[in-house]
T-cell receptor, first 110, second 114 residues
């Protein structure tokens, strides 16, 4: 059975801090690792990682995948209160099926 | 960008009634739509995969007769919760794959069965 584990489950930081969110996966027929941000409703797409070692960046967010260790991290630098959300990672298969982790709830205090 | 429109966003129904949730891909064709359920403070649990013009594929433990999925066209997939019970109360959300950009989600439906 496919499994995705995220850590920590929750995190409280202050504005300006840098955070690292972790995601490990065991997914058969793995295709890509996906990161999402979920605030009140639907998750919004952040990154799709397919190749090892290639960092993807979007503003203060960046992510990288290690396919040997079956691991990915999501970094957020200079955090802001608007970064407070649940961050989900998902392992995607060749069949297009995604298995989600339980998410990391990030709270950024002013 | 690719948008999936989901409605209703919120529905309250009586026990024993059926509720239909629709997901439409607005500016692209979704041959496959994924239906998830999310419990409070929990992650998304895949319920079924709907394929345009064929039967849906259900995940283990999901009752096919209870959660009816129809994918009649390339832009519309529906999930009907039949004979709803309070334990069916949950957040239901659909998603479709967008090539090179992961998946795009509908805005979700909060179902409350009273």
């Amino acid at each position: 059975e496919d499994k995705v584990v995220q850590s920590p489950l929750s995190l409280v930081v202050h504005e300006g801090d840098t955070v690292t969110l972790n995601c490990s996966y065991e997914v058969t027929n793995f295709r890509s690792l996906l990161w999402y941000k979920q605030e009140k409703k639907a998750p919004t797409f952040l990154f799709m990682l397919t190749s090892s070692g290639i960092e993807k960046k979007s503003g203060r967010l960046s992510s990288i995948l290690d396919k040997k260790e079956l691991f990915s991290i999501l970094n957020i630098t200079a955090t802001q209160t608007g970064d407070s959300a649940i961050y989900l990672c998902a392992g995607d298969t060749n069949a297009g099926k995604s298995t989600f982790g339980d998410g990391t709830t990030l709270t950024v205090k002013p | 960008g690719a948008v999936v429109s989901q409605h209703p966003s919120r529905v309250i129904c009586k026990s024993g009634t059926s509720v239909k949730i629709e997901c439409r891909s607005l500016d692209f064709q979704a041959t496959t739509m994924f239906w998830y359920r999310q419990f409070p403070k929990k992650s998304l649990m895949l319920m079924a995969t709907s394929n345009e013009g064929s039967k849906a594929t259900y995940e283990q433990g999901v009752e096919k007769d209870k959660f009816l999925i129809n994918h009649a066209s390339l832009t519309l997939s529906t999930l009907t919760v039949t004979s709803a019970h309070p334990e069916d109360s949950s957040f239901y959300i659909c998603s479709a794959r967008v090539i090179s950009n992961g998946y795009t989600f509908g805005s979700g439906t909060r179902l409350t069965v009273v």
